[in-house]
């Protein structure tokens, strides 16, 4: 890797030009992670802080993670409050300061004495960064930020820059499309037709308007995305931005899951449909013969209010918490079934927040070419049924109700 090193002497300020070069990466939304090391403070089991950026309540902070011996506190700070802070533990808490950004790896060290001394790595474009730099990186972006729905949307500004307060946005789009493209590789298609979405609980249409960009613009494809969303004004917002923005296939409907119904559907998607709404969406990607099914479950009530918990685990189970972590555990279990049960690979995994929730889990469906036998698939389902004495559930109801079971 070429690099260009700025020695120690060259620098007639040290501490203040660290303070300096700080300031632009946060301005220029280039900064990775800052360490503070070797603690010379009053705080003995102290060892280290780890400052990394993060969005709280749309404000971009800084998260100081205070490594202890034994344990990590975590303090977040508005942007200004953090760099004053920062300012106080260089050098009378701190002798080391390592500062890692998407262009510079910048090294202050204080001597015994209390001398600064600054050593910066600048990174020669094109250049892979260093390997811690490299780990906070997204590995990959499937979406460039000069798209102009990004824009249009409050993700970038006018310069297409990333709007700081919107970088958690930004990874949260980036990772739903990563997930979609695992499966849309892996799924049956045929690619001389269009691809059929339909997206139930679009919002604001951040992931609508990405998918159809990932399709129509990465991939070439013919796509026609429908946004299904329950708020008109949401609606009619999105459907302005798609004419505005000339996204042909794009289409923003107002309804529900139960009340706009498409005939044929290649992707269905579903994220924080709350309790049974999931299970509406996930009949309807079965019973439109969707290709990928992606849901993101949220609230477990039907299932929670039918569990009768088995004697020996009612102690564990009288913490309202652990029942409704099993609940929800119990029923996504189910639902992943009934999809392997109905001829869908499935896969249930924790997914970055789509927002400020801990709402976050995954469950991907990708239809087999080859359906698995079915008949231990539903008997391992009543057996889970009968253990915990579930009468019904509704994505259950639904299937059989068109003879999908």
């Known amino acids: 890797m070429s690099v260009s090193a700025s020695p120690a002497r060259a620098l007639r300020d040290p501490l203040a030009d660290f303070t300096a070069m700080l300031d632009t990466s946060l301005q220029q939304n280039a900064f990775l992670k800052l360490v503070l090391a070797r603690h010379v403070g009053a705080e003995v089991d102290l060892q280290r802080v780890v400052i990394k950026q993060v969005t709280v309540r749309e404000q971009a902070c800084l998260s100081f993670v205070y490594r202890y011996k034994t344990r990590d506190i975590t303090r977040n700070l508005p942007l200004a409050d953090a760099q004053a802070l920062i300012a106080t533990l260089l050098p009378e808490s701190f002798r080391n300061a390592h500062l890692l950004t998407l262009t510079d790896e910048v090294q202050l060290e204080f001597s015994k004495k209390g001398k600064p001394m600054l050593h910066r790595t600048e990174l020669a474009q094109g250049t892979a960064a260093p390997a811690s730099a490299a780990h906070d990186r997204e590995k990959k972006r499937y979406l460039e930020l000069s798209r102009p729905f990004l824009r249009d949307l409050g993700v970038t500004d006018a310069q297409q820059q990333l709007i700081p307060s919107m970088s958690r946005k930004w990874k949260q789009i980036n990772k739903f499309i990563e997930?979609?493209?695992?499966?849309?590789?892996?799924?049956?298609?045929?690619?001389?037709?269009?691809?059929?979405?339909?997206?139930?609980?679009?919002?604001?249409?951040?992931?609508?308007?990405?998918?159809?960009?990932?399709?129509?613009n990465t991939l070439q494809r013919q796509a026609l995305v429908t946004g299904v969303e329950l708020r008109a004004d949401m609606v009619q917002l999105c459907n302005a931005a798609a004419a505005r923005l000339d996204h042909p296939g794009l289409a923003f409907e107002h309804g529900d899951v139960r009340t706009v119904v498409p005939s044929a559907i290649d992707v269905m998607i579903a994220l924080h449909a709350c309790d049974i709404a999931t299970d509406y969406a996930i009949h309807t990607g079965i019973r439109t013969g969707a290709a990928i099914i992606m849901c993101s479950p949220c609230c477990h009530k039907q299932i929670r209010l039918q569990i009768q918990s088995?004697?020996?685990?009612?102690?564990m189970l009288q913490y309202g918490l652990h029942l409704g972590q099993q609940a929800e555990m119990v029923t996504d279990s189910l639902r992943a079934?009934?999809?392997?049960?109905?001829?869908?690979?499935?896969?249930?995994f924790e997914?970055?927040?789509?927002?400020?929730?801990?709402?976050?889990?995954?469950?991907?469906?990708?239809?087999?070419?080859?359906?698995?036998?079915?008949?231990?698939?539903?008997?391992?389902?009543?057996?889970?049924?009968?253990?915990y004495s579930i009468r019904e559930h509704c994505l259950e109801v639904l299937l059989r109700g068109d003879g999908l079971l």
């Open 179 to 216: 997930v979609f493209a695992h499966a849309f590789a892996g799924a049956a298609l045929d690619p001389q037709q269009p691809v059929r979405v339909a997206d139930f609980g679009s919002g604001k249409g951040y992931l609508t308007f990405a998918i159809h960009d990932y399709l129509s």
């Open 310 to 315: 088995p004697a020996l685990l009612k102690p």
């Open 337 to 348: 079934l009934y999809l392997e049960a109905c001829g869908y690979e499935t896969k249930v």
């Open 351 to 387: 997914f970055i927040s789509l927002e400020h929730t801990n709402k976050n889990k995954m469950i991907l469906a990708v239809k087999r070419q080859r359906p698995l036998d079915r008949a231990p698939l539903l008997a391992r389902i009543e057996e889970l049924k009968q253990f």
